[in-house]
């Protein structure tokens, strides 16, 4: 897989990598510590510049991340309150779950989505309560890309120092990313078994 991601990097070039990030947060496909990853083994061997990778990188992942930001906004409580009361358990939501996280946006608005833009489980969900708490969109575009940002640069400087490091350094982060899959997946299966509607 890492070597399939790793041609298309190298060969699609910077826009390659704008795609992919914005796909990764729509259709999350391919982790973007793994395209990230690779990007700064990219880097590393001289088959990329780290201010061109890491600019086209942040506005795919802008990108990508202002579609589910525009989706909710555009959709707002009362489509989406139905809708989560039928599938709840699928997406292990309560709608008391998005009355809270849509309060406390409200509250601490573009903190929240600067500060969860940093942490893998929830920096791509956060779009979704933002836009419903009708979050102001240049403001929203502004910390979604300063954080997304610096998430880019911790991703590309360890794929860099991976690829100076070690001899297959491309195993690793294939390696790497296949168990941040199956964290996920073991994370999303736990909330589905304990999910319970209306819990506080």
Request: aromatic share 12%; charged share 15%; net charge positive.
């Amino acid at each position: 897989m890492s070597d399939l991601i790793y041609d298309v990097i190298r060969e699609g070039g910077y826009f390659g990598v704008f795609v992919l990030m914005a796909l990764e947060n729509i259709f999350p496909p391919i982790p973007s510590e793994l395209i990230m990853g690779l990007g700064g083994l990219a880097v590393a061997r001289e088959d990329m510049s780290f201010l061109p990778l890491l600019c086209w990188a942040t506005a795919g992942a802008t990108l990508g991340n202002y579609v589910l930001f525009l989706g909710a906004h555009r959709m707002g409580y009362e489509r989406l309150h139905p809708f989560i009361d039928r599938w709840g358990r699928w997406l292990t939501l309560d709608w008391n779950d998005i009355e809270r996280s849509s309060r406390f946006l409200k509250r601490h608005g573009h903190w929240v989505v600067l500060g969860l833009r940093l942490l893998p489980m929830f920096r791509t969900v956060v779009s979704v309560p933002a836009g419903l708490a009708h979050m102001g969109h240049v403001r929203f575009l502004a910390f979604t890309a300063i954080g997304t940002g610096a998430w880019n640069v911790v991703l590309i400087i360890g794929g860099a120092w991976l690829g100076r490091t070690l001899q297959h350094a491309e195993d690793w982060l294939s390696g790497s990313a296949l168990a941040l899959i199956a964290v996920a997946l073991v994370w999303y299966v736990w909330r589905i078994v304990t999910w319970r509607r209306g819990r506080s």
